[in-house]
């Protein structure tokens, strides 16, 4: 997706800066403002919190506003619960996926499988898109610990270059 659009901010390095993040954290144009769910966000903390100039974020809003494939998108984002942090106090089960080519389809459908048939269900997976993050990576939260016993063959699931368990 990032390809098929970054052309609309490639001579502006803030607004591109600006647009990566709205995806990132899923904060949508909604009656000609930022918002992140129903919580409106003015330019100045989106500004702040990027670390960009408060005139960089009225721009990108603009370029989004008239621009049709733009507006299309970032109006229709929406902010997602990354459970990763809270699963140890839940006593859940992360695993963090390195993939070899993360552009590969099927790693997690065999990780999945994996997982499944050892009797352990997925309660979310997240996986950072690989156009616009350096080392994007695959997270699985699973309502249980992951025995060590799996380790072996989740490294040698399709695509795996590494594996992170806690």
């Not at 695959?138 to 016993?149: A, N, S, V």
Request: with cysteine.
């Amino acid at each position: 997706m990032w390809k098929q659009i970054e052309h609309y901010f490639s001579a502006y390095p803030q607004r591109k800066k600006i647009a990566q993040k709205m995806l990132e954290y899923g904060i949508r144009i909604h009656n000609n403002a930022f918002q992140c769910g129903p919580i409106a966000l003015s330019d100045s903390k989106i500004a702040r919190a990027f670390q960009v100039d408060r005139r960089a974020v009225t721009a990108t809003r603009e370029v989004i506003i008239k621009e049709p494939e733009l507006i299309q998108i970032f109006s229709n984002l929406i902010p997602t619960c990354h459970l990763k942090e809270v699963a140890p106090y839940m006593k859940w089960g992360v695993i963090e996926i390195i993939p070899v080519d993360p552009s590969m389809p099927g790693i997690l459908a065999d990780i999945a499988t994996i997982i499944a048939t050892n009797n352990i269900s997925i309660r979310q997976a997240i996986v950072d898109d690989f156009e616009f993050t350096v080392e994007p990576r695959l997270f699985i939260i699973t309502e249980k610990q992951i025995p060590g016993i799996l380790l072996a063959s989740i490294r040698n699931a399709k695509g795996v270059k590494a594996v992170l368990i806690y």
